[in-house]
C-alpha cells in the first residue's frame, strides 16, 4: 500500500538517534514520521533494560528501561506518526521524493530521510534445542528485563561473554543460586568483572554446554537442564527455576547489506557521514551508531547530536532559506506555553 502523504522527514530506526530526531524534528516544525521494525521503541538499550546508565549528560543514574520511556515521550512531543513492526528494505526516489519500502509492501513517501538504524535489527541468537521457544513464555529468558523476578529463584546463565558475566554479578545477590554454564574453558572479558564472578558463590560449569531441557510434569517449564562436559565427556543434571540465555545476537541491517544505489558505506557497516551526518546522496542523512564521520562517539550522547545535526541538515535541504538551526527550546514560544 502506497500512503499517499508526503513526509519532510522519515526516520528509520527508533533507537536513540531515531527517538531523538523525531523530537527536534517536531520542534522544526517539519512532518515527520518514524518508522521501527519492532513492535517496540529504544533499539539497542532493549539490551539493558535493568542497566543503569552513568554517563548521559544532565541525567542521575538511570535504568536503560527508564531512558527509553523518557526518549519515547520526548519524541512525541510534536506528535509525530510513528509506524511499528515495519522493517524498510530499500529506498529509491521518484520526481524528487524519496519512496521507502517495506517489507510487507507498504511505501512511505518523504522529500528526507534519516537513517538512524543502529547496528541493525538484533535478535537474540537462540538456544539450539530443538522446542526450546514453548518455555520463552515461562522460564527461558533472552534477556532480563526485571531483576526482581529472579528472587530467590535457582538461575543458570548459558555464556561467557560480557553480558553473561555482567548478569551473573547482578543475580548473584538476588537469586537463591546461580550457576554458569560456558563452553570454552575460561571466561573472557572484563578482568576485575571476571575476578568477582570467580569469587563469588555462583557455581560454573566450564566445557560444558546445555544438551537437554526437560520439563515440568505439566510441560510448560524447564525443571532440569542435563548439561554436556565435552572434554571429560561428562553429563550433570542441574534443576533450575530460570534460564538465561546469552549466546549473542544474529544483526540483519538490511540497508547496507542491499544499500540504496550509489551510497558511500565504509567497511560494510556504515555509512559514510560528512559534517551534517549527511551522506553522498543529497536528502539522505544517517544519524547514531549507523553513521561513520570525523569525531563520531558511539553512545547515546553521540546518537542524540547526531540527530540534532541530521534534522538541522534536513530543514535546510528542504527551505535553504531556514535557520540552520533551531530556536532553543527555553525560548521556544510552544514548548514554553506547555511548561507553564
Ligand atoms: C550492552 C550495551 C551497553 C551499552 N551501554 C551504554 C551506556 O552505558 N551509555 C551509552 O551512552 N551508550 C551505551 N551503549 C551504546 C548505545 O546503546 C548506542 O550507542 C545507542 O543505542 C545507539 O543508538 P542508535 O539509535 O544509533 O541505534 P540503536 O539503538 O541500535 O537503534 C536502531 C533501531 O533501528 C531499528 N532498525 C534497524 N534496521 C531497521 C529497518 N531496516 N527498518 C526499521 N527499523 C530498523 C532497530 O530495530 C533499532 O530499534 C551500550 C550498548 C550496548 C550494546
Known amino acids: ?56 549528560g544532565g541525567l542521575p543514574p538511570t535504568k536503560g528501561s527508564q531512558v527509553i520511556t523518557q526518549l519515547e515521550n520526548q519524541a512525541k512531543t510534536f506528535d509525530p506518526t510513528i509506524v511499528l513492526g515495519e522493517k524498510i528494505v530499500s529506498i529509491q526516489k521518484e520526481n524528487n521524493i524519496f519512496e521507502l519500502i517495506a517489507e510487507n509492501g507498504n511505501v512511505h513517501l518523504s522529500k528526507t530521510i534519516i537513517i538512524a538504524v543502529g547496528s541493525g535489527i538484533l535478535k537474540p541468537t537462540k538456544l539450539a534445542i530443538t522446542d526450546s521457544q514453548k518455555y520463552e513464555s515461562t522460564n527461558l529468558y533472552y534477556k532480563v528485563e526485571n531483576l526482581e523476578q529472579f528472587r530467590d529463584k535457582r538461575v543458570a546463565i548459558s555464556g561467557g ?55 515440568t510434569n505439566d510441560l510448560t517449564r524447564i525443571k532440569t537442564l542435563i548439561l554436556k562436559d565435552h572434554e571429560l565427556e561428562l553429563a550433570t543434571e542441574l534443576d533450575i527455576d530460570a534460564l538465561v540465555v546469552n549466546h549473542g545476537y544474529d544483526r540483519e541491517n538490511v540497508l547496507i547489506e542491499k544499500p540504496i544505489s550509489g551510497i558511500e558505506i565504509v567497511d560494510n557497516h556504515y555509512f559514510k557521514t560528512g559534517s551534517g551526518c549527511d551522506t553522498n546522496i543529497a536528502g539522505i542523512y544517517a544519524a547514531g551508531d549507523i553513521s561513520l564521520h570525523d569525531g563520531k562517539i558511539n553512545l547515546i550522547s553521540g546518537a542524540l547530536h547526531d540527530g540534532l545535526v541530521a534534522v538541522n541538515a534536513a530543514k535546510t535541504y528542504i527551505d535553504p532559506k531556514a535557520e540552520s538551526y533551531g530556536m532553543v527550546s527555553s525560548h521556544h514560544d510552544a514548548l514554553q506555553a506547555r511548561s507553564k
Open 1 to 56: 500500500m502506497v500512503n499517499s502523504e508526503v513526509y519532510d522527514v522519515t526516520i528509520v530506526g527508533g533507537g536513540p538517534a531515531g527517538l531523538y530526531s523525531a523530537f527536534y524534528s517536531g520542534l522544526r516544525e517539519m512532518k515527520t514520521k518514524l518508522i521501527e521494525y519492532n513492535p517496540f521503541l529504544g533499539g539497542k538499550l532493549n539490551v539493558y533494560l535493568e542497566k543503569v546508565i552513568w554517563d548521559i
Open 161 to 215: 561473554s560480557n553480558s553473561a558475566i555482567d548478569w551473573a554479578n547482578t543475580l548473584e545477590p538476588i537469586a537463591s543460586e546461580v550457576t554458569l554454564v560456558y563452553r570454552g574453558k575460561a571466561l573472557r572479558g572484563h578482568e576485575a568483572e571476571i575476578t568477582k564472578l570467580l569469587n563469588s558463590s555462583i557455581k560454573c560449569y566450564f566445557n560444558n554446554t546445555i544438551d537437554q531441557i526437560l520439563p
